[in-house]
């Protein structure tokens, strides 16, 4: 199904709603304007929303967040790696039992993962889902009248 087919914009509506005729269902609108012509519009709307100050502060929000992140995992990561090949005799060394710090941190890579998904998550919602919802709202909003 094409996104720019009137039955989809139809579905999208509320298709299927009575229309008072008996309990035949609404029919669609079809649209107004050709698809190119549609298309340059909603094209034009989402250069704007893009350059608008609420898009940039959510993506502001969220590179705030991955960017640190994402070096600090990889630097992590790399370390454990650079440990394991280098230093086999720190790796090799007993911390309980037959755990040693190579098991520790190989389970601390796990638990690190977990850790920044749930970080990341939690961040999402606090810092950016609101407004990333209420910029995709408002982009549909604007939009909603090339489809008729």
């Known amino acids: 199904m094409r996104f720019d087919d009137p039955w989809y914009d139809a579905l999208a509506s509320g298709w299927g709603e009575l229309d008072g005729t008996g309990g035949a269902p609404a029919h669609p609108v079809p649209p107004a304007r050709t698809a190119p012509e549609r298309e340059h ?3 034009d709307i989402y ?3 893009q350059r608008s100050a609420a ?3 959510v993506r502001s929000r969220y ?3 991955v960017l640190p992140a994402t070096l ?3 630097a992590w990561y790399l370390a454990y790696v650079v440990a394991a090949t280098t230093a086999p ?3 090799a060394r007993p911390v309980a039992g037959a755990v040693n710090v190579a098991m520790v941190a190989g389970l601390g890579q796990f638990l690190s993962t977990f850790l920044l998904t749930w970080a990341y998550a939690r961040h999402a919602r606090l810092r950016r889902d609101r407004a990333a919802l209420e910029l995709r709202w408002d982009t ?3 939009t909603r009248g090339f489809g008729r």
Do not use: K, T
Request: hydrophobic letters at 50%; a positive charge.
């Open 41 to 43: 519009s909603a094209a």
């Open 47 to 49: 250069l704007e929303v």
């Open 55 to 57: 898009f940039r502060q």
């Open 63 to 65: 590179r705030r967040f």
């Open 72 to 74: 600090g995992f990889l």
């Open 89 to 91: 005799g720190l790796m």
């Open 140 to 142: 549909q909003e604007l």
